[in-house]
């Protein structure tokens, strides 16, 4: 079982950056991979960015070159650097770990960007 908890969400202006955590309660290095996922009312929840286990990334279309996923496995912590933020890209945003057996996901954090 991994426990994800996720902070660093807030409000920022557009143009601006944050930088959101994934804490993981155990050690990342046997999960699959892990990923940031995003969500807004009515809407689907949707795949932001992904790190494999062999530190393969990828990334929705709307987000490439603003944002980048990364992971410490030291620190069993994954972050996502979002950089010229949109008001679009306003939405609770959750972590995932794809493990061998079930998926697991954080409670979320919200970020707004006002325009």
């Known amino acids: 079982q991994v426990q994800l908890v996720e902070s660093g969400g807030g409000l920022v202006q557009a143009g601006g950056s944050l930088r959101l955590s994934c804490a993981a309660s155990r050690s990342i290095v046997t999960i699959n991979a892990m990923g940031w996922y995003r969500q807004v009312p009515g809407k689907q929840r949707e795949l932001v960015a992904r790190i494999t286990r062999g530190g393969s990334t990828n990334y929705a279309d709307s987000v490439k070159g603003r944002f980048t996923i990364s992971s410490d496995n030291a620190k069993n912590t994954v972050y996502l650097q979002m950089n010229s933020l949109k008001p679009e890209d306003t939405a609770v945003y959750f972590c995932?770990?794809?493990?061998?057996?079930?998926?697991?996901w954080g409670q979320g954090t919200q970020v707004t960007v006002s325009s």
């Open positions: 995932n770990a794809d493990t061998p057996g079930p998926m697991y």
